[in-house]
């Protein structure tokens, strides 16, 4: 018996995209802990998707996807290490870099990170066959949250990191921000 997923992409080989300059010259780090990555570990981090290490988007999320193997159930469900963070950072980035700084700052079109995991009704191609965003109960792209924090951190959106709830999520993570 044979199980195809209509929403995963393909496994890539060389293991990620490699960008044209170091990640964080191109989007804040901040603003990806604290706004994007918690989107992309709650709907693209599943382990038949995004959750493979061998994928170009590839998300490190508690419980799933662990850079180094885990023996024990704490270990898998423990908090992202700063090297996972990092990567799933640089991953995400990958979806992103060769995007010009107009497309970028309106992202919508351009940017396979926003519009791959579109519904096909609101503009988008729709990973595959499956359509995330927007999220119920969002009725548009402009009312669904998460999507809004993927779009703003593709825009250009930057944190310091010291903000209530992006601080509160850093020591969560034991992470400083950068």
Known sequence: MTLALAGCPAPDNAHGLVTTGAPSSLLDYNEFVCEAQP???RHCSFLACHGQANHALRVYSPGKLRQV????????????????????????????????????????????????????????????????????????????????????????KTATGMEPDCAAMFMQLGLTPQ
């Open 69 to 156: 193997a885990t023996t024990d159930r704490a270990s898998r469900d423990g908090m992202l290490s700063a090297a996972e963070v990092m990567l799933n950072f640089e991953s995400a980035t990958g979806t992103v870099y060769d995007a010009t700084a107009a497309e970028r700052a309106s992202p919508d079109d351009h940017v396979p990170i926003l519009l791959k995991p579109t519904r096909a009704s609101f503009g988008g191609s729709e990973h595959h066959g499956v359509g995330i965003f927007p999220v119920y109960p969002a009725a548009d792209l402009q009312h669904d949250a998460e999507y809004q924090a993927l779009a703003a951190w593709v825009g250009g």
């Open 39 to 41: 989107a992309l570990i």
